[in-house]
Nanobody
């Protein structure tokens, strides 16, 4: 599986961005797709995940009322709609694929990673 994340940018606090993760290679249907982020000097942290076949969704608590994760089966794309962005959301965002059926927050369970896309939120 090859993953390509895009859609990052610079916005002011309260703004919105939509990230996309396009998958190619093996079928998407056996994977869970997760979004993670990493700010400078910090560990990479889980943000959201959606299982491709079951549609099970999990969010980081601090984003669950602001972010939406969705998938387009026909196009092999997972979206992360980020609303009401805050400066603390500033990070490089990565999408990743795991064979977990019901989704997992554990980054060690993700075998495939895309290149990141930068999100910068100014106050």
């Amino acid at each position: 599986v090859q993953l390509q994340a895009s859609g990052g940018g610079s916005v002011q606090a309260g703004g919105t961005l939509r990230l996309s993760c396009v998958a190619s290679g093996r079928t998407f249907g056996t994977y869970t797709i997760g979004w993670f982020r990493q700010a400078p000097g910090k560990d990479r942290e889980f943000v959201a995940t959606i299982s491709w076949s079951e549609g099970t969704i999990h969010f980081l608590d601090s984003v669950k009322d602001r972010f939406v994760i969705s998938k387009d089966n026909a196009r092999n794309v997972v979206y992360l709609q980020m609303n009401s962005l805050k400066p603390e959301d500033t990070a490089t965002y990565y999408c990743a694929a795991s064979t977990s059926i019901f989704g997992t927050r554990n980054k060690s369970e993700y075998s495939y990673w895309g290149m990141g896309t930068q999100v910068t939120v100014s106050s």
